[in-house]
């Protein structure tokens, strides 16, 4: 289910600052590379997702990442 793998990517992004960063800069290699395998519904999600954090700093990316748990109903 495509919201189980996003949930699960959402909550490795919001406990791992590294994974974010490796992800900001090279979004497909990271997923990769950690054996994250997304339907193309999901990748589109990340992808959109990878998108609006683009130059954000650690901090506002946390935030995104919590509103996007609370959408998800992880918080």
């Known amino acids: 289910m495509a ?5 699960m990517l959402v909550q490795r992004a919001m406990t791992d600052p590294g994974f974010v960063a490796r992800a900001q ?3 497909d290699g990271t997923l990769a590379a950690e ?3 997304l339907s193309p519904e999901e990748m589109a999600a990340a992808r959109e997702f990878h998108g609006e954090i683009a130059g954000l700093s650690q901090d506002e990316v ?3 990442l919590s509103n ?8």
């Open 35 to 37: 054996g994250i395998s």
């Open 62 to 64: 946390q935030g995104r």
């Open 25 to 27: 800069n090279d979004l």
């Open 3 to 7: 919201v189980d793998q996003l949930s």
């Open 68 to 75: 996007a748990a609370r959408r998800q109903g992880l918080c």
